[in-house]
Nanobody, 117 residues
């Protein structure tokens, strides 16, 4: 089993910053994807930022967050981060961490991010 524990969510004013962290534990194999998604009530979960790890590692960002959010990782700590800057009210959502290994997707429990205007 793989466990993902997220932290760093909270309430912030528009224009502010937050840093999310997600640490994986358990039976870990080489990840083929690590990233962040978000979801608001009544909507599908959507990609925010993700590492795709293969022969070369690529990073994908949602258009809505490009230039404001930065994804990074620490392989030794099995941790992926999301630095969020210049936050907007529309960034309010539950943010979920994803780890994909051996074809299986594992999700964190979610952390609430609320941006007040």
């Amino acid at each position: 089993q793989v466990q993902l524990v997220e932290s760093g969510g909270g309430l912030v004013q528009a224009g502010g910053s937050l840093r999310l962290s997600c640490t994986a534990s358990g039976i870990l194999f080489t990840a083929t994807a690590m990233g962040w998604y978000r979801q608001t009530p009544g909507k599908e979960r959507e990609l925010v930022a993700q590492f795709s790890i293969g022969g070369a590692t690529t990073i994908n960002y949602a258009d809505a967050v490009k230039g404001r959010f930065t994804i990074s990782r620490d392989n030794y700590k099995n941790t992926v981060y999301l630095q969020m800057s210049r936050l907007k009210p529309e960034d309010t959502a539950v943010y979920y961490c994803l780890r994909r290994q051996r074809g299986e997707n594992y999700w964190g429990q979610g952390t609430q991010v609320t941006v007040s205007s």
